[in-house]
């Protein structure tokens, strides 16, 4: 490949990862084909990008990307596959369901850039499935707000009907 061609390659990957808030990176070589399909497919209904790319290339983008990343070169070995979201918990649910689904027990999660925050390792994959999205934390603390709202307005109500009683 030309210096060139790398170049667009690297801006590409630069775009996808400035276009996204959160990024994991992960090993799926050795999925079958019917697998691979199945997995795009499933990316595409969670508005999930996966993009199978050369480690050096990666690492390049992540060099030009504002902020410190070379807590994930290390794992910059082997077949890699960048998955590209805005929901932090999403990509990890989606490993998590097709690792189950082969002997293999691909996709492997390397590495997770989540919230801010690095997440190394096969085992973060549980920690990373359970984090909530932004979303989620959203409607919590509604629900929180709201309670003590449905408390006063039942017990005024409920007020309200005993003195209509009377």
């Known amino acids: 490949m030309k210096k060139e061609d790398k170049n667009i390659v ?3 990957i630069l775009e996808g990862l400035n276009g996204y808030s959160h990024f994991y990176i992960a090993d799926a070589a050795g999925l079958t084909a019917d697998l691979t399909s199945d997995i795009r497919r499933a990316c595409f209904k969670r508005d999930i ?3 199978v790319v050369k480690n050096t290339l990666l690492k390049k983008a992540l060099e030009k990307k504002e902020g410190d990343f070379s807590a994930l070169y290390p794992v910059l070995e082997g077949p890699t596959a960048l ?3 805005n929901t932090g918990n999403a990509p990890a649910k989606l490993i ?3 690792s189950k689904k082969n002997k293999a027990g691909k996709p492997t999660l390397k590495a997770a850039y989540v919230e801010e925050g690095f997440y190394v390792g096969p085992e973060q994959l549980d920690v990373l499935a359970s984090i909530k ?3 989620e934390l959203i409607g919590d603390i509604i ?3 709201q309670s003590p709202m449905r408390n006063i307005i039942s017990a005024l109500q409920a007020r309200e009907e005993s003195s209509n009683n009377e």
């Open 96 to 98: 998590k369901e097709f």
């Open 10 to 12: 690297i801006d590409q």
């Open 83 to 85: 998955i590209l979201s």
């Open 143 to 145: 629900t929180l707000l």
């Open 49 to 51: 990008k996966l993009v």
């Open 133 to 135: 999205s932004k979303n």
